[in-house]
């Protein structure tokens, strides 16, 4: 068995994943001079800054693609990828330590942040 992969009776018909969540289509280049690889349920905002994107639309969305995949970032490649909502708590801790907990109380910050400027 392959890392995400799903084994079902063909009698059952198709699963959809990820149905009824909120998706986003970015173009992604890697500015570095290493390949980057990113793997399903890594936060995309705390991605490799070698990565160049806009980042604040991305916090609480990884990429929608089956558990345990990933998608591999060639030196000076530009890709287009499709990113999906955390579900569940939306709780998010690691990676790169730039949220630390729900997702939700980062975006919002950032927000009123963004209205106290102008």
């Known amino acids: 068995m392959i890392p995400g992969e799903l084994r079902v009776n063909d009698d059952l018909g198709q699963i959809e994943l990820n149905v009824g969540r ?5 173009s ?3 500015y570095g001079d290493r390949p980057i690889q990113v793997g399903s349920h ?3 905002y705390e991605v490799n ?5 806009d980042r604040e639309p991305t916090k609480g969305f990884r990429l929608n693609i089956p558990a345990g995949m990933a998608i591999r970032f060639e030196p000076g ?5 499709e990113l999906v ?3 569940g708590k939306r709780e998010i801790y690691g990676f790169q ?8 109380e980062h975006i919002t910050a950032t927000i009123s942040d963004d209205k106290e400027v102008k």
Request: glycine share 4%; aromatic share 12%.
């Open 49 to 53: 800054e070698a990565l160049h994107f």
């Open 77 to 81: 490649q530009r890709r287009t990828i």
């Open 97 to 104: 330590a730039a949220i630390m907990g729900n997702v939700d």
């Open 42 to 44: 890594y936060h995309f």
């Open 28 to 30: 992604v280049a890697n």
């Open 22 to 26: 909120t998706t986003q289509t970015l």
């Open 85 to 87: 909502e955390f579900a």
